[in-house]
């Protein structure tokens, strides 16, 4: 409903179209009547009567004297749509993950947008991914789950498709796709620390295709810095989730000396792989300078007694999701057939883990950091 103006009988005529809107009332319905508004709002019949002709004038009801208003057509169906992944469960150690999924349920929530799922099972499987994509008219994929054997069912499905979950653009399968544009928060790195403090740069990156597209972004802008490719040494994890992540860390910095961290500066693309160096080494003194690509820190629970305190790149992974979501429903509604590539920017949140000389003045509160739970 829009309206060229904001009246007091404008303003209250869009917030009773809401209220009316989210009941989703079925045609011929009764609403409100002139008095009963007046009563609710504190208004004269006169505003209450000239917010029904504003609703009237506009299709969404009609009015029969002596009779009442009455809701003009049925609600529009619903979006039926699904998530292909492996939502997060409640004692689940994906932190990140989980906050962002759980942002992405609360406004497909506020949308009255029920979310079915699809395991990667029955996606395989072309009967079972048959019956459960033909009453779709979206769906938000997970990427990680495209492969050969999901993708003759996935192509062959008419609504659309969001891809979301990944940290690069694929490009085998038509669909649109939200991803974190990391050369935002790389960028600020470069503005604010001088690189070329560090005389050694460790990054710890796992194997799979997100770690290895992050790797090689990263790579690219230590190259565009001017960073010595003899100044950096790599570290491969082999890693099947977050604990697993941070046990793997732990038990090779227990075996493996870093020698001197002077001018040292540590790089992960998990905050993982640096809680289990941290407990490894738990002597802050021998440690190196710490930066990571991740920011689970934001996340952790209120009640862990970790505080903040390393200097991260927020992936905004939280608005990736959400975004991904409205994306989807937007597409439906207006029978969009194009595919888009959106990039979220990330940003730099500065927590005093870095000691190279800085090239910007920053506040007390970039140096406490931005949670990402305002995504």
Do not use: W
């Amino acid at each position: 409903m829009e309206c060229s103006y904001k009246s007091k009988s404008v303003v209250l005529a869009q917030r009773l179209y809401q209220e009316l809107l989210k009941k989703r009332l079925p045609a011929h319905s009764a609403v409100p009547s002139v008095r009963a508004l007046a009563s609710r709002y504190g208004i004269s019949t006169v505003t209450a009567d000239r917010i029904l002709d504003i609703l009237a004038s506009q299709g969404f009801i009609y009015r029969v004297p002596r009779s009442g208003s009455f809701i003009q057509h049925d609600p529009p169906a619903l979006p039926q749509i699904a998530y292909i992944g492996s939502p997060p469960g409640p004692n689940s150690d994906q932190h990140l993950f989980a906050y962002a999924f759980r942002n992405m349920l609360e406004y497909l929530d506020s949308r009255d947008c029920p979310l079915s799922y699809i395991s990667y099972h029955e996606l395989q499987n072309p009967a079972l991914a048959q019956a459960k994509l033909c009453n779709l008219n979206g769906i938000l994929l997970e990427g990680s789950y495209l492969d050969q054997l999901t993708q003759k069912s996935l192509r062959g499905f008419s609504g659309k498709i969001v891809m979301v979950g990944l940290s690069y653009v694929r490009q085998d399968l038509s669909c649109s796709q939200i991803v974190p544009d990391f050369s935002c928060g790389l960028l600020e790195l470069a503005q604010t620390f001088d690189l070329h403090y560090y005389k050694r740069i460790i990054v710890l990156h796992p194997t799979h295709s997100n770690g290895k597209a992050m790797l090689k972004e990263l790579l690219e802008f230590f190259d565009k810095q001017g960073v010595s490719s003899s100044c950096l040494q790599f570290i491969e994890f082999n890693v099947s989730g977050n604990s697993n992540a941070e046990a793997m860390a732990e038990q090779y910095f227990s075996q493996n000396k870093l020698g001197s961290c002077r001018r040292t500066l540590m790089v992960s693309l998990s905050d993982y792989f640096l809680f289990g160096m941290e407990k490894a080494l738990p002597e802050p003194k021998k440690r190196p300078d710490l930066f990571s690509i991740d920011n689970v820190e934001g996340v952790l629970p209120e009640d862990t007694p970790r505080k903040k305190c390393i200097t991260s790149i927020d992936k905004s992974i939280t608005r990736c999701y959400v975004d991904a979501a409205e994306l989807l429903l937007r597409m439906i509604e207006q029978a969009d057939e194009r595919n888009y590539i959106i990039k979220v920017p990330t940003k730099l949140l500065r927590r005093g883990s870095m000691k190279a000389p800085t090239l910007k003045p920053h506040n007390d509160l970039a140096m406490a950091g931005e949670n990402p739970k305002s995504d």
